[in-house]
């Protein structure tokens, strides 16, 4: 097995641990994992510290990734370190606690640092930024005993503070450099209005102000500004725009600009070394939201998973501010830059207002004051580039406004269309919300956050959720229940193939890690299954996961109710010879086994036998297995035929010799049975097996789909061939094609009833579709080995067959 290599994550904020959690879904075993994170905590939601401010959550609910969390994903954190060297040549890094560990592969996603301006006096006690927990409990303490707050900076950032200062019951002043609010978010008329409202929640509003120092002796007192005004503050925060964290990585001589600069799959200028998120300047920039740096972090996540990626190209981005009873949402160009057209609309008296910007017939910006309920459509618009010619002032006046006088939130969300971005923070369209609800038994926004992440980041689409929740959940009732392969998965069979097929997963712990399983071990239903799919699939690089087997498939025998096993060697054709028999006979009285009996697939099982004499039986026979045990190729069958018989058209013994030495070994998703008649009289009984083959006048009638079980079923005449070489072919191409096809413990019999036998013939009728089928079943074929043989040949494996080692699980 491939040793582990190690990855190193610096930083664990948003960005960096998406990415992470992004890594361990697409390779599980890839990596031995280390992150280091200065903050004292496990992985929150930084995004929330402004709702706990405003009193919409706790602190423990932000957290995104809880302790258990890294212990259950083998994740070695070291919270409370600060990386304070990256060391490119000896490929390690060192906290400021003295820790080291070494990487293959390094990230850095250390975020930014909040700018603090300069001013005389800004380090006194009181003056914060708003960035992590520690300045969000500042604020808490603080508004428990001071009154005055004053914040600097009027963006986003800072109207969120101060939204929850005052909240806490502090008067809140908003010094802002320029003349209007959030100028890079909005243009004058919507900032205007966003200001009106706030002022009448209670907000203090001083625009263009420059602060020159901050007041007070030990504590901050106040500010004083350019003009020589003054003002009381007894809190300052400072929410005046973030800096990358590049230090860290300069110092490496890692190349940074503004951010540590990264090429399209997140690559520094440091072979192996990477950065994600506010840390990471991508062609020219660097993001502050985290809907680019969800994007980045799972470009990052496939290159180091060895995934095909077409890379990261930059993002359009949108911003809502998180302040409740404001609705102000902003996406792509907001102002209208020269060869730019701009549609408004404006209803002061609602307090409604909406400018659509647009470059020739493409939609490339939006600003919504009062109702942002199109911002997702508008936004996935900007996004797509379409042309919205002839559609223009539908789009500003939304789907909101419709001749009645408006449309129901519902109506709205069902005309929304399926690509449409319903989260924008984590990129989940309207379907894949749609699809958790229907398919997956999402019935809460809990559900569908765990499931597909939308709302679980700013909670801005929480609303649209719901709606769609209220919107599909009757659906889902109605819906019969799709059944996944077992309780651990709603995912079909069929959707399971596929998605290992068009994602590379290649081992059961991947495909449910990467399927999203229930159970992280899955049942003795799935493993099985996976493992039979996998080798299916993969027939030259998967190696069978022996603990995803049943105990006859790891020990090779059928384990009987007495807990002895039996013991079936070959017997190509049921055609054995007096020295063949004379071994058998010698082994069985060797190891006294209690019983001999002939099965009724013409072979020869020895019964009653002790585990632990099953490699020395195996050694001593020196006949390859009989397979009695497996979902494999168990018996082909034969009559005398031609040979002896005197009614025999063809040669069925030499016919079911050649398929059963062909078809040996083959895992099937159930046993499968062959047998090969002489002539119509079908002494063989072939027409109750898998493919049974009956000998006529010129050729051979090759029948599918029989069993001879509990359920008995005749077979289906499947066509007519002329030669032994067309015999197998189509045994080849037909055996290929249910080994593909069929659900994994599903015999022939259900499966050709379930598909129905045209679709079988269909599959089969054209020849260079029978020999690519028969193509990939020598590829399997070619890969199997004896396993009676593999366990006589290896210490190690016949250690399973001590007296102790009793299966845990059957
Ligand atoms: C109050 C607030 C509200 C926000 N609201 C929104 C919003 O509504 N929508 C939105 O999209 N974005 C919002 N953001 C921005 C969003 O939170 C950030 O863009 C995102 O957290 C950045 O993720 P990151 O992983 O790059 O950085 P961070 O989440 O900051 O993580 C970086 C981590 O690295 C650690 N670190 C730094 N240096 C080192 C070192 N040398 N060694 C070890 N660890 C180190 C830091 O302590 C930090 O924990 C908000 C930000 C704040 C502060
Ligand atoms: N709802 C959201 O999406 C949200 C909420 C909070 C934070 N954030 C993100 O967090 C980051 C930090 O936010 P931010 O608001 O600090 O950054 P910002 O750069 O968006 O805004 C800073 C504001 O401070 C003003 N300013 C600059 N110097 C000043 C001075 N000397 N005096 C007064 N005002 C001054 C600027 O004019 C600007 O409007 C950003 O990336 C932002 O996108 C996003
Ligand atoms: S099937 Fe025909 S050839 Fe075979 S043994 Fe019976 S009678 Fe003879
Ligand atoms: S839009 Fe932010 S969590 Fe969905």
Redesign the pocket.
């Known amino acids: 097995m491939n040793e582990r290599r190690k990855l190193v994550l610096i930083g664990n904020g948003m960005a960096g641990v998406r990415a992470v959690e992004h890594v361990r879904k697409l390779a599980p075993d890839a990596y031995d994992i280390t992150i280091f994170g200065a903050e004292p905590h496990p992985n929150y939601n930084r995004i929330m510290l402004?709702s706990v401010l405003a009193g919409g959550a706790d602190m423990k609910d932000i957290v995104l990734n809880d302790w258990d969390w890294y212990r259950e994903n083998g994740i070695r954190l070291h919270a409370g370190h600060t990386v304070v060297k990256i060391d490119t040549r000896g490929r390690k890094v060192v906290s400021d606690r003295g820790v080291e560990a070494e990487y293959d592969a390094l990230v850095i996603a250390t975020g930014s640092d909040p700018f603090m301006?300069p001013l005389p006096g800004a380090d006194k006690q009181g003056v914060i930024a708003f960035r992590d927990i520690k300045d969000c409990e500042t604020m808490l303490e603080a508004s428990k005993t001071y009154k005055k707050a004053a914040v600097?900076?009027?963006?986003?950032?800072?109207l969120?503070a101060a939204r929850g200062l005052l909240h806490l019951g502090m008067d809140v002043s908003v010094?802002?450099?320029?003349h209007y609010l959030?100028?890079?978010q909005l243009d004058e008329t919507a900032a205007k209005m966003l200001q009106r409202e706030l002022e009448a929640q209670g907000m203090t509003f001083l625009l263009r102000?420059?602060?020159e120092a901050i007041v007070g002796k030990k504590r901050v007192k106040g500010l004083r500004f350019a003009d020589g005004s003054e003002i009381e503050a007894d809190l300052v925060v400072m929410?005046?725009?973030?800096r990358p964290n590049v230090g860290l990585a300069k110092a490496a001589g890692i190349e940074v600009n503004r951010g540590i600069v990264v090429d399209d799959f997140m690559e520094t200028s440091v072979p192996g070394v990477y950065a994600v998120g506010e840390c990471a300047e991508h062609r020219g920039i660097a993001y502050?939201?985290v809907a680019p740096l969800y994007e980045q972090g799972a470009v990052l996540a496939k290159r180091l998973a060895g995934v095909a990626t077409d890379g990261y190209k930059g993002s359009v981005t949108s911003?809502?501010?998180?302040v409740s009873g404001v609705d102000v949402f902003s996406g792509g160009q907001y102002d209208e830059p020269p060869g730019t057209r701009s549609l408004r609309y404006q209803d002061e008296v609602d307090g409604v207002y909406k400018k659509i910007v647009l470059a020739g017939d493409k939609l490339v910006g939006a600003v919504l004051f009062g109702d942002t309920s199109d911002g997702a459509k508008l936004f996935s618009l900007i996004r797509s580039g379409e042309s919205v010619a002839g559609k223009e002032k539908e789009l500003l006046l939304g789907l909101s406004f419709d001749k009645a006088g408006g449309t129901s939130p519902a109506a709205r969300l069902a005309a929304m269309a399926d690509d449409e971005i319903v989260c924008g923070c984590n990129g989940v369209s309207k379907s894949a919300i749609a699809e958790a609800i229907r398919s997956k038994g999402c019935a809460t926004v809990g559900d569908i956050k765990a499931c597909t992440k939308a709302s679980g980041s700013?909670g801005g689409c929480k609303p649209l959720v719901e709606g769609l929740l209220g919107l599909y959940a009757g659906d889902a009732a109605a819906a019969p229940v799709k059944e996944g392969i077992c309780g651990c998965t709603p995912l079909g069979r069929d959707e399971i193939v596929a998605e290992i097929g068009r994602m590379g997963l290649k081992t059961v712990k991947e495909t449910m890690h990467v399927l999203g399983w229930r159970q992280e071990e899955g049942c003795s239903k799935c493993r099985p299954a996976l493992n039979y799919y996998l080798g299916m699939l993969w027939p030259e690089e998967y190696v069978d996961e022996k603990e995803s087997r049943f105990a006859n498939e790891r020990y090779h025998a059928n384990i009987q109710k007495d807990g002895t096993y039996s013991v079936v060697p070959r017997i190509y054709g049921g055609v054995t010879s007096p020295s063949e028999l004379k071994k058998i006979a010698e082994v069985a009285e060797k190891y006294d086994v209690p019983m001999v009996k002939i099965t009724g697939g013409q072979r020869i099982d020895l019964l009653g036998v002790k585990k632990e004499d099953l490699p020395a039986m195996w050694a001593e026979l020196d006949m390859p297995s009989g397979y009695a045990y497996g979902k494999a190729l168990r018996t082909v069958k034969t009559c005398v035929g031609s040979t002896f018989c005197r009614f025999g058209t063809q040669d069925s013994i030499a016919m079911g010799i050649r398929l059963e030495k062909t078809f040996e070994r083959l895992n099937t998703p159930a046993k499968v049975k062959l047998a090969v008649s002489g002539c119509p009289r079908n002494c063989a009984e072939a027409t109750i097996k898998d493919f049974g083959v009956v000998a006529i006048d010129g050729g051979w009638e090759l029948h599918v789909g029989g069993n001879g079980g509990v359920h008995v079923r005749a077979t289906d005449l499947l066509c007519t061939v002329k030669t032994e070489d067309e015999v197998v072919e189509w045994a080849g191409s037909f055996l290929q094609y249910y080994r593909e096809n069929a659900n994994w413990n599903e015999r022939t019999s259900v499966w050709v009833e379930r598909v129905g036998l045209d679709a079988v013939k269909k599959a089969l009728e054209r020849k260079e579709d029978r020999l690519a089928l028969v193509e990939r079943i020598e590829t399997t074929l070619r890969r199997t080995t004896d396993p009676w043989k593999d366990i006589i040949g290896s210490e190690e494996l016949r250690k399973n067959f001590e007296p102790l080692s009793e299966p845990q699980t059957v």
Not at 175 to 178: L, V
Not at 319 to 322: D, G, I, S, W, Y
């Open positions: 402004s301006l600097i900076g009027g963006g986003l950032l800072g969120e010094i802002h450099i320029h959030m100028e890079r102000k420059q602060t929410a005046v725009g973030i502050g939201l911003t809502k501010l998180k700013c």
